[in-house]
């Protein structure tokens, strides 16, 4: 299921709550014994679901055991259809209630394990077609079936939710409905297609559908996604979480009664705009048109990468199905989007970023309560803002009042700009403010539990601050280092207690990006891991931990395929072109652009420190190119100037034809074969992946996982490849070895593919991900 | 601070036209509860207020304290208070101001006490939504009821306990030695609101205040747009978290499992009491009050007696279309006024007044704003008895401000429970349940009115007139207020 491989200390967790739920059980076993008829013979043979009978309304709650959510698993699915069977057989109900007493989960989606187990697509197709028929019947049901929702209602289970008569759903920051299956290349097989265009208008749907985007519970409201809300309660005579779902229950169970006394009508009042779009809809023309319309965006923005949203644009226009046959269209699209590599190569990246969202190196001695962040640029000001929004008290510590103060003012905007976007009050940007202390000095420093440094990439200053905040910090003080290229063994050098010593490189902008790469040197010790990986997750990073050498392992990749960026600027590729070949293999962001995002400057420093110690395989592009662009100031997007313009409010950027000279000057000549669009694709591809591997046979990642998880959360690496592990995988070791030897026959080097993988190339069954 | 500022527009409660759809599936739930029949039992049985004179009288004897008196601090009494009668918004007062309110408080009570106006060392008064003409409302109506223009005073605010803080204030003053006799008290006017022009209209107008030139102004005016002129209400909601108070209430009952039948029933109860005890002329506090232009006011107007079928057809007021909270189980908007004379015991007797009470220890708490919003005497209750020396058992007669039905049950099942006070509370047990037949026996806020920044000083006197007529010695005074503030006092009976 779902990310179930849980660390010990979870799993006993796990067996507290499982105790826990059956006690409830029982208590609500023997509630109802008093009250009504139970059925106790099929209620003991049950794990997913527990169900009783108030007055005439069936209550039928979900809670898979041994799991922190509820996933629609093959075993679910048949012990729900066993309980519905019941309810619809016995005289003394009327209605039913459908609800998980699982905190904040109602149904997470369908059971991923379940769908990675199928190995034809006749398989999924299958299972799809199950689900269909249970829904349809759920949906025809003459019984009124009211979806009780707390938690998280996804893919399949906001499917089965709108098969459902009714739906309630608690105002809880937790509550999120959506259909992500679109995230993992394949489509929502059980009925969402043609449903949720019905229920919130194809607008609507298709935004939830091809974005995957969870909606949260008042919006959802507001768009007739579900009918009432309830309030999450606080604390009366019991937890409020419990409390919470009985008070959903007991409403849900007086409109379960109201539907089947006819007292409530499930339809809702449309706005005059609704009403007119949907009528504009039932125009088939318009329909066509639209179709058209969001089918050309799509295949734009996904750059036929990505099949499946493409899928759910042709599914949904089948028509609304009344019969059982006409679903097996789409279950059978359904199973073959579950059999492709882009599927996989998502799935895989799913399963990693679980995974990387867990402390393998368990708990720390003690808890970071009080942080500190030297230097409050871009970087620092970023990394503060991640952590107060979290509740942790953190100073800011910069060297100037103007220098802190736009720090200051990151922060704020940062916080602020969720407050228009209504994510947050305005109450509690403050008090998310309020942990934030700005400062000059190193005041408070003495109670710091862990000092972030974030300031220039100078080594000297890096050792400067270093040796200042170890004069006032306490013995336990973990001190983080953030850079993209520095060697922590080298920053630790001056250290008195290099144990305590650590790399957080945050990516920009730091709110933005998902991405933690924590690096440790050999004396790094495990409780300072434990420790930065605890505030990571705490900051809500995806982390990665990997050993500390030059470039650690994302500046590593990078590298070299910068270098041959530039050589194939050099080869006469001008920006525009390179960009639209690097967008088009599904990298979000072109290849020159990146360069003027990063910055000339860093780049160039970059490539000169990592050039010194990888020589011939780093190398490629010649490094004066940057050195002559960075004389002319063009620095990138920072100065306004790189590969391109940028202006303030011009949305599309222009050539800087000053870099014309430039790019001339340096101009080599092209080889014919090696320079085609696609063999352009492969050089800069085939270096991030050799590079990577390396990594990988070199200890820096200790799992591939990892490795793909740095690559697509950090560098961009085209998400539908899966990360470079993946894409091996899924490509063959083979053909990747065989391109890379093309290209080092033409170039030298830099391509001679890695011990690692020529290994894999040479055994077919050899596999990274198994 | 309002139970009700978001539904300004409410009438009376009970015309509503009721929703039967509605009120089958709520009896329905109610019905399905587990523990309804509890309370509901407990309300119906209990005896009006009957017995409790006998029942006080006795307990007197065994109290953990003889006095609450501390050597080397001074006594402090309240020598007696009076309150305008407190009537539903948009009645009678709707076309005063609220210092005129505050005026006929305090004329009464210069007429009730007659204290010589110079002897009056300090008036403080106590109010929530200001009107911006009179700020300081205290000083405005302690002018205009003709104290010695010496006699400086002040305003406070703090939601529904505004009145309280006024008079602590005072007993701080007394008790230190700054002053001998204090008038506090409180005002509220619902029926009149401060509505503002929008902020981008009051920048314009300010900028435009300032502008020098004809070509500046035009400048200014140019920037005008329609929606300049859409009005800012008061804050209807708390500020922290934007929820109504309503609104939290009706989550809060939820919380505690309180049904929308036990929430009618004790509604049903205090406005029962509250009449009974105006048709036997218990609530001696009311002074009459002659309105400009309209007939003397006598009685307050809120307290109907409904019957719980009347109740049961009103729709949720907050949570629609399933919640508990109603307009008939609600206090209602209310204007009304009321002031308390407080000396030091000696300079009280010196004057040869016979003091109603002692004022004696008291606690301010504040918890969470947003789920436990209105569960202040929950918390303030243990901790002003545990620094009094007393327990729940010494006290003879309670006086708990009824923001809501479900408010006040929500407290007395949060009193009660073991799991509340441990985990929340910090207890090892629960506080305890004060004992019904001596809660609020006159009414309360629900039936009475609450007036928000007046309601302290009625609770006081009513304390302090049911231990004299009750014969009991020490009275608990309790309220919450917006903010998840909270405020508890012990009264104890002058010895007669």
């Not at chain 1, 920053?491 to 144990?499: G, H, M």
């Not at chain 1, 998400?719 to 470079?724: E, M």
């Not at chain 2, 004179?53 to 007696?80: E, G, H, M």
């Not at chain 2, 218990?282 to 009459?288: A, Y």
Request: positive net charge; glycine residues 8%.
């Amino acid at each position: 299921r779902v990310g179930h491989d849980l660390a010990p200390e979870q799993q006993a967790t796990n067996r507290n709550s499982v105790l826990k739920i059956i006690n409830c059980e029982i208590r609500f076993l023997t509630g109802y014994i008093c009250r009504s008829f139970t059925r106790s013979s099929a209620l003991l043979t049950r794990t997913h679901i527990n169900y009783g009978v108030r007055g005439d309304v069936a209550v039928i709650r979900i809670n898979s055991p041994n799991s922190k959510v509820n996933t629609l698993s093959q075993e679910l699915h048949s012990e729900f259809m066993e309980v519905m069977n019941e309810v619809w057989s016995s005289s003394q109900i009327r209605s039913a209630v459908l609800i998980s007493t699982k905190p904040g989960c109602f149904i997470a989606g369908a059971d991923l394990n379940m769908l990675n187990s199928c190995t034809t697509s006749q398989e999924v197709t299958q299972i799809s077609q199950e689900a269909q028929k249970m829904f349809e019947k759920l949906e025809k049901s003459t019984k009124p079936v009211v979806a009780a929702i707390n938690g998280s209602c996804l893919g399949g289970g906001l499917e089965l939710a709108i098969s459902c008569q009714y739906r309630i759903a608690t105002k809880d920051k937790k509550t999120v409905l959506g259909s992500p299956e679109v995230l993992l290349g394949i489509l929502p097989g059980a009925g969402a297609t043609q449903r949720l265009p019905k229920m919130v208008g194809i607008p609507a749907a298709f935004d939830m559908m091809l974005t995957g985007r969870g909606i949260r519970a008042d919006r959802a409201k507001k768009m007739g996604l579900v009918d009432q809300l309830v309030e999450p309660l606080g604390p009366g005579v019991k937890p409020p979480e419990e409390r919470t779902i009985e008070y959903l229950e007991e409403v849900a169970i007086t409109f379960a009664k109201g539907l089947a006394d006819k007292k409530i009508t499930p339809k809702r009042d449309k706005g005059l705009v609704e009403k007119l779009t949907s009528y504009a809809l039932s125009i088939p023309f318009v329909r066509q048109q639209i179709y058209k319309k969001v089918e050309e965006k799509v295949r734009k923005q996904t750059k036929g990468l990505y099949p499946a949203p493409l899928k759910i644009i042709d599914v949904s226009l089948y028509p609304i199905l009344q019969h059982l046959s006409c679903f097996f269209p789409l279950s059978r699209t359904f199973g073959e989007l579950a059999m492709t590599k882009e599927s996989k190569a998502l799935m895989g990246l799913y399963r990693g970023q679980t995974q990387c969202k867990k402390n393998k190196f368990g708990a720390p001695q003690k808890e970071v309560k009080q942080l500190a962040v030297l230097g409050a640029g871009l970087m620092g000001a970023g990394i503060a803002q991640v952590s107060v929004d979290k509740g942790l008290q953190t100073i800011l510590k910069d060297t100037t009042l103007p220098a802190l103060g736009r720090g200051q003012q990151q922060v704020f905007k940062g916080l602020n700009d969720k407050v228009k976007k209504k994510t947050l009050t305005s109450f509690e940007r403050d008090a998310m403010f309020s942990n934030l202390i700005g400062q000059l000095d190193y005041r408070g420093f003495e109670k710091a539990d862990m000092v972030i440094e974030a300031v220039f990439e100078d080594l000297n200053l890096k050792h400067r601050v270093l040796k200042e905040a170890e004069a006032v910090i306490p013995d336990h003080c973990v001190f983080a280092s953030n850079t993209s290229a520095l060697p922590i063994g080298e920053i630790a050098t001056v250290s008195k207690r290099p144990e305590k010593v650590i790399g957080m490189h945050y990516f920009s902008p730091v709110d933005k990006m998902q991405l933690l790469e924590i690096i440790t040197t050999e004396k790094t010790s495990k409780d300072t891991t434990a420790s930065a990986v605890d505030v990571g997750l705490r900051q809500g990073k995806v982390i990665i931990v990997v050993k500390d050498g030059p470039g650690f392992y994302t500046t590593r990749c990078l590298t070299p395929m910068m270098s041959e960026v530039i050589r194939i600027l050099q080869e006469g590729v001008g920006p525009k072109k390179l960009d639209s070949l690097t967008t088009s293999f599904g990298f979000p962001v072109g290849a020159a652009t990146l360069v003027d995002e990063v910055g000339v400057d860093v780049a160039k420093h970059v490539a000169e420190n990592l050039g010194k110690e990888f020589g011939e395989r780093f190398a490629g592009g010649s490094l004066e190119m940057l050195q002559q662009m960075i004389s002319k100031g063009f620095l990138g997007r920072k100065s306004g100037k790189g590969f391109y313009i940028y202006q303030e409010g011009v949305k599309n950027k222009n050539l800087n034809s000053d870099m014309d000279s430039i790019l001339a000057s340096l101009k080599m000549p092209s080889q014919p074969d090696v320079s085609s669009d696609e063999d352009i694709q492969y050089r800069l591809v085939t270096r991030f992946v050799n590079e990577a591997i390396l990594c990988l046979q070199e200890g820096v990642l200790a799992t591939p996982t990892e490795g793909d998880i740095g690559a697509v959360f950090g560098l961009g690496f085209p998400p539908c490849l899966g990360g470079p592990f993946h894409f091996v995988d899924l490509y063959g070791a083979q053909k990747i070895v065989d391109r890379l030897r093309k290209y080092e026959a033409a170039y030298g080097k830099q391509f001679t593919p890695c011990q690692l993988l020529v290994d894999h190339a040479n055994n077919p069954n050899k596999k990274f991900y198994q | 601070m309002a139970p009700h500022s978001s539904t300004l527009a409410w009438k009376i409660p009970w015309t509503e036209e009721p929703d039967f759809r509605m009120i089958s599936l709520l009896t329905y739930t109610l019905k399905n509860l587990p523990n309804t029949s509890k309370w509901a039992l407990r309300f119906c049985m209990r005896p009006l207020s009957s017995s409790s004179q006998l029942q006080a009288a006795a307990a007197s004897q065994t109290k953990s304290k003889k006095t609450l008196a501390k050597p080397n601090i001074r006594n402090i009494v309240v020598v007696d208070g009076v309150r305008t009668p407190f009537l539903l918004s948009g009645t009678s007062y709707k076309d005063l101001m609220p210092h005129d309110l505050a005026r006929a408080a305090l004329s009464g009570l210069l007429h009730r006490t007659s204290v010589p106006k110079d002897v009056v060392d300090y008036i403080i008064f106590g109010t929530v939504i200001q009107e911006v003409k009179t700020s300081n409302v205290a000083r405005e109506a302690a002018l205009g009821a003709g104290f010695s223009d010496k006699t400086p005073a002040h305003t406070v605010t703090m939601a529904c306990i505004s009145s309280n803080q006024a008079m602590t204030t005072a007993v701080g003053l007394i008790a230190s030695g700054q002053c001998d006799v204090v008038v506090a008290g409180g005002v509220e006017l619902m029926s009149d609101i401060p509505i503002r022009h929008s902020r981008k209209m009051r920048k314009m107008m300010l900028d435009l205040n300032k502008a020098k030139t004809l070509a500046q102004r035009l400048s200014i005016i140019s920037k005008f747009r329609l929606n300049f002129l859409s009005p800012e209400l008061p804050a209807v909601s708390e500020f922290s978290t934007s929820e109504t108070m309503g609104h939290s209430a009706d989550r809060l009952a939820a919380a505690f499992a309180i049904s929308r039948e036990e929430q009618d029933e004790y509604a049903l109860r205090s406005h029962s009491l509250a009449k009974k005890a105006q048709d036997e002329g218990l609530l001696s506090d009311v002074v009459p009050f002659k309105v400009p232009g309209r007939d003397t006011v006598t009685q307050d107007n809120g307290i109907r007696p409904s019957s719980l079928d009347q109740m049961a057809k009103l729709k949720p007021a907050f949570i629609k279309p399933y919640g508990t909270v109603t307009a008939a189980n609600s206090s209602f908007l209310t204007d009304g006024a009321s002031a308390v004379l407080i000396m030091a015991e000696e300079k009280a007797l010196a004057m040869g007044y016979k003091p109603k009470a002692y004022l004696r220890d008291f606690m301010y708490v504040s918890q969470d704003p947003k789920d436990q919003l209105l569960l202040g005497p929950t918390y303030a209750t243990p901790k002003v008895l545990e620094k009094a020396g007393l327990t729940m058992n010494d006290i003879d007669v309670f006086e708990f401000h009824e923001a809501f039905s479900g408010q006040i049950l929500a407290n007395l099942k949060a009193m009660d429970s073991d799991w509340f006070a441990q985990n929340y509370m910090g207890r090892k047990a629960k506080v305890g349940l004060p004992p019904l037949e001596k809660f609020n026996n006159w009414g309360g806020s629900l039936s009475l009115g609450h007036p928000f920044g007046a309601t302290g000083c009625r609770l006081v006197m009513a304390a302090a007139n049911r231990l004299r007529k009750e014969g009991g010695q020490y009275g608990l005074v309790a309220a919450c207020a917006a903010g998840g503030q909270g405020h508890a006092m012990i009264v104890e009976a002058y010895p007669k």
